[in-house]
């Protein structure tokens, strides 16, 4: 089992940056990706950014350039930098990790509240 606990959410203005951590715990051996997702209400929950541990990242279109996930491994936290946040980057933001395979294990945090406003 693999525990995820995220902080760093909250309400920030248009143009504005905000860091979210997550930080896991439990069977940390066993995970390869680590990764975030986010859910707009009314939508489908959808990748934003990951990060597997050899360290290959892979982005969502509308968070290249504008968000960079990274992870330090001694500490089993990822992070997620969010700069030039816009409106419509309003979601809950979810920590994932999936464990090395077969078989694969997903895991996911509780989500924390990511609101863009003025």
């Known amino acids: 089992q693999v525990q995820l606990v995220e902080s760093g959410g909250g309400l920030v203005q248009p143009g504005g940056s905000l860091r979210l951590s997550c930080a896991a715990s439990g069977n940390i051996f066993s995970i390869n990706t680590m990764g975030w997702y986010r859910q707009a209400p009314g939508k489908e929950r959808e990748l934003v950014a990951a990060?597997?541990?050899?360290?290959?990242?892979t982005y969502a279109d509308s968070a290249k350039g504008r968000f960079t996930i990274s992870r330090d491994n001694a500490k089993n936290t990822v992070y997620l930098q969010m700069n030039s946040l816009k409106p419509e980057d309003t979601a809950v933001y979810y920590c994932?990790?999936?464990?090395?395979?077969?078989?694969?294990?997903?895991?996911w945090g509780q989500g924390t509240q990511v609101t863009v406003s003025s």
């Open positions: 994932n990790s999936k464990t090395w395979g077969p078989p694969v294990y997903v895991y």
């Open positions: 990060i597997t541990s050899s360290g290959r990242i």
